[in-house]
């Protein structure tokens, strides 16, 4: 569990692709801090053990099953977090999808499935948030998850190309714009993560153990290692449109 710790009792959070490494990692660092959370993830089961996980903590958690690129159910969760736990103060995007195939192999509609998980989605929230949190006395926090790759290209050494490469810097664009349009209630920043954990990853650091000799520190990132960064950003309030990286130091800007 991170070290770093934020008061966040009776603040509602959603954290989205919760079932994932990284989202579990977060959800779990968010409980700890005594945050009430909606955890939200397009695998049942995923889901199920992350927020049992939570409610050990004793913490109310609001499981939402849907699919993020989805707007009409983007909108339901979004009242279903509202009403459960009577506000949202945080949202935290994490639900993506890698795309390993080059360019020219993939289809249009790989293309643009690649598009609508890792950057509708983001669109689809914060329409379905953000009249919420502007309207609160306590403003809101938005954080977005994107990538290395967003900043310097996907490659032959991630589990990602050029598509997602594309869409996760799109993700820091709207990420800018929207800080842009909703300071000063609410700010939105960026987590851009390197490698982390998870069986995609892991079949990958299996067939190229070299590949972590490009991080300065020479280890696969975990879930906890992003929740620090969330934790962070959730406590922050007076920066925005900002961009963090966490990565190991596998690139540097």
């Not at 990284?22 to 695998?43: F, K, M, P, W, Y």
């Not at 329409?127 to 967003?150: D, E, F, K, Y």
Request: aromatic content about 6%; some cysteine.
């Amino acid at each position: 569990m991170p070290d770093l710790t934020v008061d966040l009792a009776e603040k509602g959070i959603i954290v989205t692709g919760a079932g994932g490494s990284i989202g579990s990692g977060c959800a779990l660092a968010l409980a700890s801090c005594g945050a009430s959370l909606a955890l939200n993830d397009i695998d049942l089961q995923a889901l199920e053990r992350i927020v049992s996980r939570v409610r050990e903590m004793g913490v109310p958690v609001v499981p939402l099953v849907g699919d993020v690129s989805d707007y009409d159910r983007v909108q339901q969760m979004a009242a279903q977090t509202i009403a459960e736990l009577g506000n949202v103060f945080g949202l935290v995007n994490i639900a993506g999808t890698s795309m390993p195939k080059p360019i020219l192999e993939m289809s249009r509609e790989e293309w643009a499935r690649t598009w609508q998980i890792n950057v509708t989605s983001l669109f689809n929230w914060a329409q379905a948030v953000l009249p919420h949190m502007l309207a609160a006395a306590q403003g809101g926090r938005i954080i977005n998850t994107s990538s290395v790759s967003g900043k310097q290209g996907g490659d032959e050494n991630s589990v990602s190309r050029g598509a997602y490469a594309a869409a996760k810097a799109g993700v820091l664009g709207f990420t800018r714009g929207l800080a842009r349009e909703v300071a000063p209630k609410v700010t939105v920043n960026a987590i851009c993560p390197g490698l982390i954990l998870n069986p995609r990853t892991t079949q990958l650091v299996a067939a190229k153990p070299d590949v972590l000799n490009r991080y300065l520190i020479p280890r696969p990132g975990e879930g906890s290692d992003i929740a620090k960064a969330v934790l962070y950003f959730m406590a922050a309030d007076w920066v925005t449109g900002e961009v963090t990286d966490v990565n190991g130091g596998y690139f540097i800007d």
